[in-house]
Each structure stands twice: as C-alpha cells, then as structure tokens.
C-alpha cells in the first residue's frame, strides 16, 4: 500500500515540474504513518526548478529489507534504489549501504548550503568571487566552507569510483563542480604552474582558478606516489580550501598511509592532517569485488603461449580497411609521442616502449584521447628487476580505464601472475625467515618489496580482469557508437 500511495505522487511532480527555470513552489501532501493515519507536511521545491521526492529506506542487517518512510528527498540514495529495482545494480551489502547513507549525508548538506558554499556558477554572489583571489595579497582573507567534504577509502572492487559517480550524476548542472581522476587533476596543476611561471605564489594563483571555475571538487583514486606531487599538495590545497573548495575523494589508503615510506614525506605531512580537518573520512569495508563478479573472457587478453606476431594480426584486424602505419600523438605541454602503428582509433606498442621509456601519467592520458583502443604487447611478469615498468604500467592501467578505453594485450601470465612476485613491507614481514631445511634461491623468489606497487596491484588485477569482461567491451562499443553520433 506505500508504494502505491507514493507512486500517487507522479501526476503532482510533472504539474510542477519546469526545466531550466528556478521557481519555488510549497507543495501540501498527505504523508502516510505507519499507524495508518495521515499527516500534512510540506515541500518547498527551490532546488534548480526540479521537484523530486525520495523514499528513504533505512536497511536491515543484511541489506534486503526495505522500509519506506515517509520523505520528500532527493539524491543518490533515490538513484541507487531506482538503479536497483532497474537491475542496473545489485543491492549493496552492509558496507556500500553505510557509504550510500554518507554520500546522501553530504549531498542533503551541500543542497542545504549551496548558497553559504556559493555553489551556483551564476548566482551574483559567486561572480563576485571570482575575481577574489587577485586581491587576496592585499586584503587576506579566507572563505572556508560551511560543509566539510568526504574521503572514500577501501579496497578494490567495492564500488568506490560508482557511488562516486552516482553522487556527482545526481548534483543539479548549474553547480561549481568537477569529476576528475586524481592523476588528471595533477596533470591540469602542474600545466597551469607552467603557465604561471615567474608569479610570486603560482600555487596560489592556480588555486584560485580552480576554485573560480570548481567550488566542489570530486577526485577519484586519490594516490601519492609522487615526490612532486607531495610536496605542492598541501599549499596547494590550503589555499584551495581558503577559497571555499569542498573536496570529495576515493582512495585505496587510509588519508594516514598515503605516501608512505616516500621521499621527505615529513614535509607531506601537514597534508594529511588538512586533509583530516576538511573532510568526513570514511571506510568502505566491502570484502567482494564486484569488479570481478562480470562474465567469462572475450578473449582481448592472450597468456604468452601463441607465436611472437600473434598481437599484431590481432591488431591489424581491429584497423580493418584502414592501413596501420608510425603516427605521432601530441601529449602535453608541446611533447610528442611516437606511435609505432596506428589506424582506426587503434594504437600498437610493444611493452618496452610505453613502460621501460621515461612515460608517464601525461603521455598516457594524450595517447587516450586520441586512441581507444590499445594493443600492447610483451607484458613481462614484474619483480625486482623491472619494478619502475611495473610502477609506470600500474599508471597506464590506470589511465585507460578512466578513459574507458580498450586494452588488447599479450602478457606472460595472467593478472595474477604479473604482479605474484610484488609484496608490500607488512606482507614481506609476515613470510617465514629462511631456514636451513630451505634453500636461498626458493627464499629470495626475486621477490620486489614496493609499499605502493604492493597496495596498487590488486587494483590493477581487478581493473584488467574488468576490461576483459563482455559488460565492459560493450560499454566501450557503445562509448564508441556515441562519439561517431557526435
């Protein structure tokens, strides 16, 4: 009987409803109360001219039951649930469920406060501040936030970059925001620091355009494994929060094992404690990769048991009519990267020349944005003699899969195998000592002991598995078919 009288509610939304105007509207119900009585309440519809309403549920210990209340809301609780019923999502388990309850938190927050946190890229009051920080030096002050933002951490495959997703989707489109991955919006830095070259304080002054054009910053994998990087990010997002800036990020690590072991991370430091400050931190506990939990191989990933030119008459039937030949992609900053054949959106590399070159995240991401599709071949199991490859493959996994390319590629093993030999400090620790029953060569097992590669495998083991799956070269056909459209 609830879900029917809620359903009720459809004619009166679209009677209210007007696209691209903000009105306010107050809208009388009956809300329905569990001793079956009904009871009077109000909406006041001034969010962006798009009533909704939002049944709530407050979830039972296994994330099953259901009980509806009675809200008038909207957010990505709403969408999660809409999802769900779809059966575009499968139901959450306990940990995903509490995330979704932080994110509806924070999305309740951000709609409470959008005026106080200047949110609406038109409204007087953000025009006015747009022009804040060019007389920041002469008259100092500071705009922090009312609402703090939210750090996602957790292990692989639980659906962080998801519910990412579903937060952001749901914000209204006249709002300062930005999705970014982590290594991208570091790419974007370090190009504006280079513009701004000769500036007194350029952090500041890239601060400031950020913050002009992004009030709500949603960065996905948040990971430092950069010393350059390190040592910027805590100016860098001082002035950023100064400025108003919410910040909402996924990571892999807890904000207090971010960089660990690096370079003069005591100078790192104070970042995390910022960090602690301005955001909400929040662990998503989920023990199931739903990455994984896709269908069987389509075949775009070969174990190293065909002959040497296998990948290439792979690659030259996915270039189809067009003939393969060397290009040159354009990368950042004037930097050109050569591309041994290319055709059809198709890029060939032997692993060596994307992995064992001077590469990185930035030569990666300009090779995505011109290729879709990438064959690389000769993917090497990893250990100690070849961990900087691994690190800068790690990166390219990566990036591809932000940018939702496709990956063909001839490996020596499979995922699992590729990375076996790489364990973090506390998993080395852990291992038996050697004894004299055995010997130093099965002891030693060329085994590469890398805190950062060690937590980052299981990502990428994840995410290769994932690109390999008929869900997600379907996604990748229909990314396609799109762009042609356009």
């Given at each position: 009987?609830?879900?029917?009288?809620?359903?009720?509610?459809?004619?009166?939304q679209?009677?209210?409803?007007?696209?691209?105007?903000?009105?306010?509207?107050?809208?009388?119900?009956?809300?329905?109360?569990?001793?079956?009585?009904?009871?009077?309440?109000?909406?006041?519809n001034?969010?962006?001219?798009?009533?909704?309403?939002?049944?709530?549920?407050?979830?039972?210990?296994?994330?099953?039951?259901?009980?509806?209340?009675?809200?008038?809301?909207?957010?990505p609780?709403?969408?999660?649930?809409?999802?769900?019923?779809?059966?575009?999502?499968?139901?959450?388990d306990?940990?995903?469920?509490?995330?979704?309850?932080?994110?509806?938190?924070?999305?309740?927050?951000?709609?409470?406060?959008?005026d106080?946190?200047?949110?609406?890229?038109?409204?007087?009051?953000?025009?006015?501040?747009?022009?804040?920080?060019?007389?920041?030096?002469l008259?100092?002050?500071?705009?922090?936030?009312?609402?703090k933002?939210?750090?996602?951490?957790?292990?692989?495959?639980?659906?962080?970059?998801?519910?990412?997703d579903?937060?952001?989707?749901?914000?209204?489109?006249?709002?300062?925001?930005?999705?970014?991955?982590?290594?991208?919006?570091?790419?974007?830095?370090?190009?504006?620091?280079?513009?701004?070259?000769?500036?007194?304080?350029?952090?500041?002054?890239?601060?400031?355009?950020?913050?002009?054009?992004?009030?709500?910053?949603?960065?996905?994998?948040?990971?430092?494994n950069?010393?350059?990087?390190?040592?910027?990010?805590?100016?860098?997002?001082?002035?950023?929060?100064?400025?108003?800036a919410?910040?909402?990020?996924?990571?892999?690590?807890?904000?207090?094992?971010?960089?660990?072991?690096?370079?003069?991370?005591?100078?790192f430091?104070?970042?995390?404690?910022?960090?602690?400050?301005?955001?909400?931190?929040h662990?998503?506990?989920?023990?199931?990769?739903?990455?994984?939990?896709?269908?069987?191989?389509?075949?775009?990933?070969?174990?190293?048991?065909?002959?040497?030119?296998f990948?290439?008459?792979?690659?030259?039937?996915?270039?189809?009519?067009?003939?393969?030949r060397?290009?040159?992609?354009?990368?950042?900053?004037?930097?050109?990267?050569?591309?041994?054949?290319?055709a059809?959106?198709?890029?060939?590399?032997?692993?060596?020349?994307?992995?064992?070159?001077?590469?990185?995240?930035?030569?990666?991401?300009g090779?995505?944005?011109?290729?879709?599709?990438?064959?690389?071949?000769?993917?090497?199991?990893?250990?100690?003699?070849?961990?900087?490859?691994?690190h800068?493959?790690?990166?390219?996994?990566?990036?591809?899969?932000?940018?939702k390319?496709?990956?063909?590629?001839?490996?020596?093993?499979?995922?699992?195998?590729?990375?076996?030999?790489?364990?973090?400090?506390?998993?080395?620790?852990?291992?038996?000592?050697?004894?004299?029953?055995?010997?130093?060569?099965?002891?030693?097992?060329?085994?590469?002991?890398?805190?950062?590669?060690?937590?980052?495998?299981?990502?990428?083991?994840?995410?290769?598995?994932?690109?390999?799956?008929?869900?997600?070269?379907?996604?990748?056909?229909?990314?396609?078919?799109?762009?042609?459209?356009?």
């Amino acid at each position: 009987m609830r879900r029917a009288f809620v359903k009720s509610f459809g004619p009166i939304q679209s009677a209210i409803q007007h696209h691209g105007e903000k009105i306010s509207t107050r809208v009388a119900i009956s809300s329905y109360i569990n001793n079956g009585k009904f009871e009077k309440s109000y909406y006041d519809n001034c969010i962006c001219g798009h009533p909704s309403y939002m049944v709530s549920r407050t979830m039972s210990s296994d994330a099953a039951e259901v009980n509806y209340k009675e809200e008038i809301r909207a957010g990505p609780l709403v969408e999660y649930e809409r999802r769900i019923k779809a059966g575009d999502l499968e139901d959450g388990d306990n940990s995903q469920i509490g995330t979704l309850r932080e994110i509806q938190r924070l999305y309740d927050e951000l709609v409470k406060s959008a005026d106080a946190c200047r949110l609406d890229r038109y409204s007087d009051s953000g025009k006015k501040e747009r022009s804040r920080w060019l007389w920041s030096r002469l008259m100092p002050q500071s705009s922090v936030s009312p609402v703090k933002g939210l750090y996602l951490y957790g292990g692989v495959g639980t659906g962080k970059t998801m519910l990412m997703d579903l937060f952001y989707d749901q914000l209204p489109s006249n709002w300062r925001k930005n999705r970014i991955h982590f290594h991208d919006f570091m790419l974007t830095v370090h190009t504006r620091l280079q513009r701004h070259k000769g500036v007194s304080d350029p952090l500041e002054v890239v601060a400031g355009e950020i913050s002009d054009e992004s009030i709500l910053l949603c960065l996905d994998e948040f990971m430092v494994n950069d010393v350059a990087d390190a040592l910027i990010l805590n100016r860098l997002f001082g002035h950023l929060f100064s400025n108003g800036a919410i910040l909402v990020a996924t990571s892999n690590r807890a904000p207090d094992n971010l960089y660990e072991r690096g370079l003069q991370r005591d100078l790192f430091l104070p970042f995390i404690a910022t960090l602690k400050e301005r955001c909400i931190i929040h662990e998503i506990g989920s023990s199931i990769d739903y990455r994984k939990r896709t269908s069987a191989e389509e075949g775009f990933y070969f174990i190293n048991n065909e002959s040497p030119d296998f990948l290439l008459k792979k690659f030259k039937e996915l270039a189809g009519e067009h003939t393969p030949r060397p290009q040159v992609a354009e990368v950042v900053m004037g930097r050109k990267l050569q591309v041994p054949l290319g055709a059809n959106g198709c890029a060939y590399f032997p692993f060596k020349e994307l992995c064992d070159n001077p590469l990185g995240a930035a030569d990666y991401f300009g090779l995505c944005k011109k290729y879709h599709t990438l064959a690389l071949d000769g993917v090497p199991i990893f250990g100690l003699d070849n961990r900087t490859a691994a690190h800068r493959f790690v990166t390219l996994i990566d990036v591809i899969y932000e940018n939702k390319g496709r990956l063909m590629c001839r490996a020596e093993g499979t995922p699992f195998d590729l990375f076996e030999r790489i364990v973090t400090i506390s998993d080395a620790q852990s291992r038996s000592p050697r004894t004299s029953s055995r010997s130093r060569k099965n002891d030693d097992y060329d085994l590469c002991v890398d805190n950062e590669l060690g937590f980052a495998k299981d990502r990428t083991i994840s995410r290769l598995t994932e690109m390999n799956s008929r869900e997600y070269l379907e996604q990748h056909a229909e990314m396609l078919a799109e762009k042609q459209k356009e």
